[in-house]
């Protein structure tokens, strides 16, 4: 039994993965905090410290769904009016993406001649984008959506223009072999094998998607969480502005983690 125990004990603790996982959390966020709260009280005095801003954002949620109108509305309106503006833009960048790197993916030709362009347009700021959109669509509302759509598609088109071209020759050579048609090939061959590499791309462009929202939003005015962050500031009440950061923060770490289960499931599958 002593003999048992010594072995127990010497193996040591197995402490469990997601456990371990919450504590390196949890010590991340205090290292921020406490980043945040030295540099508050030495270079940066006007930004308001870590205690005052939980504060707000503890404020903030406890009635998050309140409309007084177009200028006063609750945290919670206004992340899910910009919700809104990201997944239809989004959604729209998305459906030219992938079809579009499809056909990228399966021709040479089309690589060598629109990979420039492509590579030239991407890097592209959202606040350039905007009047743009503007002048397309004669509606700041219109030409956020736009904006997130031109700058949120990058990253999905060129991840499935690379899987689409890198399916194996073997592949392709099974698929001559037994005269697959046009669809069957796209549905056996190409969409399997990418599958991942497009997951990968709506995940990365989701991340754009929801950092190009704050600026449209501050561009466009009106409402969403970039109006509210702006209004906060220019209202000088900075403590809003940092508790937004943190809301921002959050909800682009849950769209992140969700897309990232795909992923990983997509991955084991």
């Known amino acids: ?53 939980l504060g707000i954002f503890w404020q903030l949620l406890i009635d998050p769904f309140y409309d007084n109108g177009p200028n006063d509305k609750g945290i919670g309106l206004q992340l899910w009016l910009s919700l809104e503006r990201v997944f239809v833009g989004f959604g729209l960048g998305a459906l030219i993406a992938v079809p579009l790197g499809i056909v990228i993916g399966a021709s040479e030709g089309l690589r060598a001649m629109l990979n420039p362009v492509i590579q030239m ?18 509606a700041s509302e219109q030409a956020a959506i736009f904006v997130i759509a031109i700058c949120s598609l990058w990253p999905t088109l060129i991840n499935t223009a ?3 071209g890198s399916i194996p020759q073997d592949y392709r050579n099974v698929a001559r072999v037994y005269a697959f048609s046009p669809w069957t090939y796209l549905t056996r061959v190409v969409l399997p094998h990418s ?46 502005v ?24 997509f991955s084991h599958g």
């Open 1 to 53: 039994m002593e003999r048992l125990g010594r072995k127990s004990f010497s193996r040591g603790l197995v402490v469990p993965k997601p456990l371990l996982a919450g504590f390196n959390a949890l010590i991340g966020f205090f290292i921020l905090l406490l980043v945040w709260y030295v540099l508050s009280h030495t270079i940066a005095p006007k930004v308001p410290d870590p205690a005052k801003t």
């Open 121 to 138: 347009l991407r890097p592209v700021s959202p606040l350039a984008w905007f009047p743009v959109g503007l002048a397309a669509f004669q």
């Open 162 to 164: 690379l899987g689409v």
């Open 195 to 240: 599958l991942l590499y497009v997951f990968t791309g709506f995940r990365l462009g989701m991340g754009i998607a929801w950092m190009v929202i704050v600026a449209a939003e501050m561009l466009a005015g009106g409402t969403g969480v970039g109006f509210f962050v702006w209004d906060s500031y220019n209202s000088g009440q900075l403590e809003y």
């Open 242 to 265: 940092m508790a937004s950061i943190l809301f921002i923060g959050l909800v682009g770490w849950a769209l992140d983690a969700l897309l990232g289960q795909l992923v990983r499931r």
